[in-house]
């Protein structure tokens, strides 16, 4: 099969003829039909993640079609229409038989644990508890960006945040992340602050539901901004991004009381910014990790695309060559165009 391999980090990928996949007894193959390109790819092909044995194939966004399947899975077959999240559990450890999945122990991540979907096929492992039946009405482009951005925001906002009708939300960073959570906060009837520091980032944010836009270049104080906007501080607040800057940012413009989630990922140097905890005692505030989300709890995400309320393909950007990802890929972290990158040609 055709993919991007990269045989050293940072070092610029190429396009290879590699072995194809083979299915564990408990798992399948897919066929990608699409594939996002994601910060956390870009943080994987830096070396910031020590799961990663080189040569490797990142990607771990992304839909397609069963090509083969283990001869343990029950619930799918060759030709079935899916999706995953990009944390797989492994079904059988303490945390996924109590519906945590997304913490597994015995997790693996393609595109980090094992070669991703940056190719023209993909392994999964554990099938049954990771697949996603993808409904016909949603194409293979939309689903690839929901794996990641758009479930990790979905589990952000609404079970670990727990965003309810009427409340501020603000949200540092208007990537894919940053923008699912716009969009999936306003469906809630939350009212959402957006700080990024690019206009064409925030006009999206806006035309997403933002009831406020904050560009950080242009304000002295960013949390200062969001508690003048909410009289008092939001009642949750996002770190989409994950920069010191933006997880500090996002703690400071808190209300008494108020949930901070950490979505961004804070790798490298990065990973352990000077948290304010004295106001994190002093007001009670709460910090939450977020890490994707559970493949059974795609129903109620689904249920609100099909019924209109979340409209993921509305996050869309651009959509690529297999060939051109290499670039995307290796540019993730300077500015880029809003919405969702997607490889659609293989």
Same mark, same amino acid.
């Given at each position: 099969?055709?993919?991007?391999?990269?045989?050293?980090?940072?070092?610029?990928?190429?396009?290879?003829?590699?072995?194809?996949?083979?299915?564990?007894?408990?798992?399948?193959?897919?066929?990608?039909?699409?594939?996002?390109?994601?910060?956390?790819?870009?943080?994987?092909?830096?070396?910031?993640?020590?799961?990663?044995?080189?040569?490797?194939?990142?990607?771990?966004?992304?839909?397609?079609?069963?090509?083969?399947?283990?001869?343990?899975?029950?619930?799918?077959?060759?030709?079935?229409?899916?999706?995953?999240?990009?944390?797989?559990?492994?079904?059988?450890?303490?945390?996924?038989?109590?519906?945590?999945?997304?913490?597994?122990?015995?997790?693996?991540?393609?595109?980090?644990?094992?070669? $991703?979907?940056? #190719?023209?096929?993909? /392994?999964? *492992?554990? &099938? @049954? !508890?990771?697949?996603?039946?993808?409904?016909?009405?949603?194409?293979?482009?939309?689903?690839?960006?929901?794996?990641?951005?758009?479930?990790?925001?979905?589990?952000?906002?609404?079970?670990?945040?727990?965003?309810?009708?009427?409340?501020?939300?603000?949200?540092?960073?208007?990537?894919?992340?940053?923008?699912?959570?716009?969009?999936?906060?306003?469906?809630?009837?939350?009212?959402?602050?957006?700080?990024?520091?690019?206009?064409?980032?925030?006009?999206?944010?806006?035309?997403? $539901?933002?009831? #406020?836009?904050?560009? /950080?270049? *242009?304000? &002295? @104080? !960013?949390?200062?901004?969001?508690?003048?906007?909410?009289?008092?501080?939001?009642?949750?607040?996002?770190?989409?991004?994950?920069?010191?800057?933006?997880?500090?940012?996002?703690?400071?413009?808190?209300?008494?009381?108020?949930?901070?989630?950490?979505?961004?990922?804070?790798?490298?140097?990065?990973?352990?910014?000077?948290?304010?905890?004295?106001?994190?005692?002093?007001?009670?505030?709460?910090?939450?990790?977020?890490?994707?989300?559970?493949?059974?709890?795609?129903?109620?995400?689904?249920?609100?695309?099909?019924?209109?309320?979340?409209?993921?393909?509305?996050?869309?950007?651009?959509?690529?060559?297999?060939?051109?990802?290499?670039?995307?890929?290796?540019?993730?972290?300077?500015?880029?165009?809003?919405?969702?990158?997607?490889?659609?040609?293989?």
């Amino acid at each position: 099969m055709k993919a991007v391999v990269y045989e050293s980090f940072s070092a610029t990928p190429k396009i290879m003829n590699v072995e194809d996949p083979t299915p564990e007894n408990h798992g399948v193959v897919i066929k990608v039909e699409a594939t996002g390109v994601c910060r956390s790819d870009w943080h994987g092909w830096m070396g910031h993640d020590p799961d990663i044995v080189l040569p490797h194939v990142p990607g771990h966004e992304f839909a397609g079609i069963i090509a083969a399947v283990g001869k343990d899975v029950q619930r799918f077959k060759v030709g079935d229409r899916v999706t995953v999240p990009f944390v797989s559990g492994c079904g059988s450890c303490h945390e996924c038989h109590g519906g945590n999945h997304q913490v597994c122990g015995n997790q693996t991540q393609p595109g980090f644990t094992h070669w $991703g979907s940056f #190719a023209e096929y993909v /392994a999964i *492992h554990h &099938a @049954d !508890v990771n697949l996603v039946t993808l409904p016909e009405n949603i194409d293979f482009t939309t689903a690839a960006s929901l794996g990641c951005r758009f479930v990790t925001s979905f589990r952000a906002v609404v079970d670990q945040g727990k965003v309810s009708a009427g409340q501020w939300v603000a949200v540092h960073g208007c990537g894919g992340v940053g923008l699912s959570a716009i969009m999936i906060a306003n469906s809630i009837g939350a009212n959402v602050i957006a700080v990024d520091v690019t206009d064409d980032k925030l006009e999206l944010a806006k035309a997403l $539901g933002a009831y #406020a836009t904050i560009n /950080a270049t *242009h304000v &002295a @104080d !960013v949390a200062a901004a969001i508690k003048d906007l909410t009289r008092g501080g939001a009642h949750v607040s996002i770190d989409a991004l994950g920069h010191p800057t933006t997880c500090i940012n996002s703690i400071k413009s808190l209300k008494k009381l108020g949930k901070h989630v950490q979505v961004g990922l804070l790798l490298g140097e990065q990973a352990t910014p000077p948290i304010p905890m004295n106001l994190v005692i002093a007001h009670e505030l709460e910090i939450i990790g977020s890490h994707g989300m559970q493949a059974f709890r795609y129903d109620a995400m689904l249920a609100m695309i099909k019924s209109g309320k979340l409209s993921p393909e509305k996050l869309l950007g651009r959509t690529i060559s297999l060939e051109e990802s290499i670039a995307a890929l290796m540019n993730m972290d300077k500015a880029n165009p809003p919405g969702v990158t997607v490889v659609t040609r293989f």
